[in-house]
Antibody
């Protein structure tokens, strides 16, 4: 059974950096891209970027370019999404998703507040 | 770059049929596959249609997808509506020019 288990909720101050993990099981980690998606409260889904765990290559959405870093650790079958220079508008649930976005993690709530 | 535009909300009665549209702003809708996701409050999205018109196992055949090149849009049709279908629905495709994933803005389906 494919599972994506994300790390727990975070509370951060403006200007800080958050790093969320997504541990996978039930399939070969390097076979599929890992995507990250942002969903602000009451808003829609916004694609942030992806990593190819096979070689670490990344593609980022223009909106997040320069602030987001997505990585993959093949030794632990875990993907990470780091978002820096946090502002209140980054308060959102962040999802990892894979296999053509057919499998999703449970989401991680990040709250940015002073 | 292109956008996918969906109606903000639709509503219909139980047992009826509803269609949610997803219009691509530029480039052909047929250029890249369209997927549809259902998201209930407090839950992660789940796929109800992939590759324009394919249903994952476990998704009832009341859900169907199509594309229409004349209107440059994709559609999700849900027949025999049930109250459990009440959710947000998102279309999604890919932008080949920059390898980005593109989501529509989402449509809130109310079954009343």
């Amino acid at each position: 059974e494919v599972q994506l288990v994300q790390s727990g909720a975070e509370v951060k101050k403006p200007g800080a950096t958050v790093k969320i993990s997504c541990k996978v099981s039930g399939y070969t980690f390097t076979d599929y891209y890992m995507h990250w998606v942002q969903q602000a409260p009451g808003k829609g889904l916004e694609w942030m970027g992806l990593v190819d765990p096979e070689d670490g290559e990344t593609i980022y959405a223009e909106k997040f370019q320069g602030r987001v870093t997505i990585t993959a650790d093949t030794s632990t079958d875990t993907a990470y999404m780091e978002l820096s220079s946090l502002r209140s508008e980054d308060t959102a649930v962040y999802y990892c998703a894979t296999r053509g976005l057919s499998y999703w993690g449970q989401g991680t709530l990040v709250t940015v507040s002073s | 770059n292109f956008m996918l535009t969906q109606p903000h909300s639709v509503s219909e009665s139980p047992g009826k049929t509803v269609t949610i549209s997803c219009t691509r702003s530029s480039g052909s809708i047929a250029s890249n596959y369209v997927q549809w996701y259902q998201q209930r409050p407090g839950s992660s999205p789940t796929t109800v249609i992939y590759e324009d018109n394919q249903r994952p196992s476990g998704v009832p055949d009341r859900f169907s997808g199509s594309i229409d090149s004349s209107s440059n849009s994709a559609s999700l049709t849900i027949s025999g509506l049930k109250t459990e279908d009440e959710a947000d629905y998102y279309c999604q495709s890919y932008d080949s020019s920059n390898q980005n994933v593109v989501f529509g803005g989402g449509t809130k389906l109310t079954v009343l």
